[in-house]
């Protein structure tokens, strides 16, 4: 069991520049989310799904974009990154309960210049 | 809106003192309360849960009572070790997938 993986774990952008943060997870778990780290502010929600083809904006989606074709992956994508999105970016994914654990990824570093 | 509010770090201790960090909630209903734990460079993983009014969580010499009275769930650890620094995060689960997570608490321990 892999758990929950995220790629890259390292990511510098210039402002302007798109890409995708990709999260994969092997235990079937059908709600996912993404969070972003920043210090002082504890973690906020960013997208989550609870299911395949089903997706909805936590706390902070403005310049972000996901989608859930699969069970297993939850791709976050920023559109055109800007200076604010530098942040940590997790991935979670638990069973489809605000009451069960959720498994977090290793994160993402990302800095944008 | 359903809150979690922690006592504000960094906390440094020597090895083998008492911990406690303080988290209270606000949520409807009945939440699940869950403590995190961030070692540096990792994400965050489980340290301990709990389901319901006046259980105990506990896992590696920590422990946390989720105290409906006083909406509290702190977390305390008898003797610290310099593995512990790490930065805890108190979480709440409620009916919707949502966790709402306090601001974190970074943990130093010194030898």
């Known amino acids: 069991n892999a758990g929950v993986t995220q790629t890259p774990k390292f990511q510098v952008l210039k402002t302007g520049q798109s890409m995708t943060l990709q999260c994969a997870q092997d235990?079937?778990?059908?709600?996912m989310s993404w969070y972003r780290q920043d210090p002082g502010m504890g973690l906020r929600l960013i997208h989550y799904?609870?299911?395949?083809?089903?997706?909805d904006q936590g706390e902070v989606p403005n310049g972000y974009n996901v989608s859930r074709s699969t069970t297993e992956d939850f791709p976050l994508r920023l559109l055109s990154a800007a200076p604010s999105q530098t942040s940590v970016y997790f991935c979670?994914?638990?069973?489809?309960?605000?009451?069960?654990?959720?498994?977090f990824g290793p994160g993402t570093r990302l800095l944008v210049l | 809106g359903d809150s979690v509010t922690q006592m504000e770090g960094p906390v440094t201790l020597s090895e083998e003192a008492f911990l406690t960090i303080n988290c209270t909630y606000t949520?409807?209903?009945?939440?699940?309360l869950f403590w995190y734990v961030q070692y540096p460079g990792e994400g965050l993983q489980l340290l301990l849960k709990a389901t319901k009014a006046d259980d105990k969580g506990s896992n590696k010499g920590f422990e946390a009572t989720y105290r409906k009275e006083t909406t509290s769930f702190h977390l305390e650890k008898g003797s610290v070790q310099v593995s512990d620094s790490a930065v805890y995060f108190c979480?709440?689960?409620?009916?919707?997938?949502?966790?709402?997570f306090g601001s974190g608490t970074r943990l130093l321990v010194r030898p």
């Open positions: 799904s609870v299911g395949a083809g089903i997706t």
């Open positions: 979480a709440l689960g409620g009916s919707s997938y949502k966790l709402i």
């Open positions: 235990m079937n778990h059908e709600y």
């Open positions: 949520a409807t209903g009945y939440p699940s």
């Open positions: 979670a994914s638990s069973s489809p309960s605000g009451r069960e654990t959720q498994y």
